[in-house]
């Protein structure tokens, strides 16, 4: 019987510990399930999201409009609205860009660190002189980037961007077909999201202040 009474004397808080361990995985499951879930609801209302795996970009060179070398460090700290598109293009260039400077200072107000690229897939026609010019007439603080197609291509490709020079014809007067997206890079270099086309300003706005607010939250 002594033995018995020793036993239960270890017994009984042993599985108290053991019911207390239970209870509380058992809560913490239930507390992660229902913020994944919370999660999930958000990203569901977040068009062009890429979550839970952003991609994470990774070194290149290409040059800007003054034609000083621009590489992944100068996209790290810093908000990125990337268009790819070219100096001679007839309409969704302009229009976006034009949707890009109209929505920009209320996308600025809201973060120090914002920088919108125009990024030229027409090497050959698009220097730095003309990109100067064709960024700045949208925005003075507008970014023009470009390069040799090898060094465009380690970029392009990166955010999985298509392009075709239809200049097998005509090598001056030509279209380049190419994507109306607004690409997204967060301050850590990682595409977070795609702003599909059509855009006004009253979107470009919503969704970028939606995807910064969900990374700002969940990173």
């Keep these: 019987m002594p033995n018995q009474l020793s036993q239960s004397k270890f017994l009984i808080p042993t599985m108290i510990v053991i ?9 913490f499951v239930s507390v992660k399930q229902a913020q994944l879930e919370q999660q999930q609801a958000a990203q569901r209302q977040i068009p062009g999201l890429f979550w839970p795996e952003p991609r ?3 070194s290149f ?5 003054d034609n000083q070398a621009f590489e992944l460090a100068d996209m ?5 609205l990337v268009f790819f598109g070219y100096t001679n293009c007839p309409d969704i260039c302009p229009i976006t860009l ?19 690229l125009f990024a030229s897939v027409d090497p050959d026609r698009d ?21 040799p197609v090898t060094a465009m291509n380690s970029f392009t490709r990166q955010l ?5 020079l239809n200049n097998e014809e005509d090598k001056e007067n030509y279209l380049v077909d190419h994507s ?4 997204l890079i967060d301050p850590e270099a990682r595409l977070v999201g795609k702003l599909s086309p059509p855009h006004n300003p009253e979107m470009i706005k919503q969704r970028f202040a939606q995807i910064k607010e969900f990374i700002n939250e969940n990173s």
Excluded: C, R
């Design 127 to 147: 220097n730095t002189d003309q990109l100067a010019e064709y960024v700045q007439y949208f925005d003075e603080e507008f970014i023009g980037v470009g390069g």
């Design 180 to 183: 109306a997206s607004v690409y």
């Design 61 to 65: 060179s290409i040059v800007d409009h």
């Design 19 to 27: 019911a207390l361990l239970a209870a509380a995985t058992g809560f």
């Design 98 to 116: 034009s949707v890009l400077a109209e929505s920009y200072p209320a996308m600025k107000s809201g973060t120090d660190n914002l920088q919108v």
């Design 160 to 164: 999985g961007v298509a392009y075709f």
């Design 56 to 58: 994470q970009l990774q």
């Design 76 to 80: 790290k700290g810093k908000w990125s």
